[in-house]
């Protein structure tokens, strides 16, 4: 049930889904792609955050109103403790976070980087923002392991959008 194989989950994917669907509403449509990342592009992004990607690709939601993309949803997986967590992050087109999310904890301890609250700290940032926990980003008492690897995550993927936007 990972996002570890070339396809994601039909349970992930209907999860990403309706996470869209509950921030835009039903007038939106979307398209997902399994996208390849350019090594060069994963190397700079990987040597800076200091994380490793789950894999070399990632999956793009295309989110569309009328005729026009008003945002692109991006999923990926970072490891927590023993086991990968899948997480989602929409960005409008200009690369800033509108929205991240937890879709699958699979730890038995951690699971606190799922709360509404704490991802909302995203909310705004881009490539140009720090992510710094404890700083900018609140930790969690009993998830630290968690709130590091999603951190980093979720900055690695805002570094990643702009380098891959064109290909969107």
Do not use: C
Not at 158 to 167: A, D, E, N
């Amino acid at each position: 049930m990972f996002l570890l194989g070339s396809q994601v989950q039909a349970g992930i994917k209907g999860d990403v889904e309706k996470v869209i669907r509950n921030k835009f509403g039903d007038s939106v449509s979307f398209s997902m792609q399994k996208l390849v990342l350019e090594k060069i592009n994963k190397l700079a992004v990987e040597k800076k955050v200091h994380q490793r990607f789950f894999n070399d690709f990632i999956y793009v939601w295309s989110i569309r109103k009328a005729d026009s993309v008003v945002a692109y949803g991006l999923l990926d997986n970072v490891k927590g403790k023993a086991m990968p967590i899948t997480f989602l992050v929409i960005y409008d087109t200009s690369g800033k976070i509108l929205n991240s999310q937890v879709i699958k904890y699979r730890e038995p301890y951690g699971g606190e980087i799922a709360n509404k609250k704490w991802n909302n700290q995203f909310v705004g940032r881009s490539e140009i923002s720090d992510y710094v926990v404890g700083d900018e980003i609140d930790g969690i008492s009993g998830a630290t392991i968690s709130v590091y690897s999603m951190t980093k995550g979720v900055m690695k993927l805002s570094l990643l959008f702009p380098l891959i936007k064109s290909q969107l």
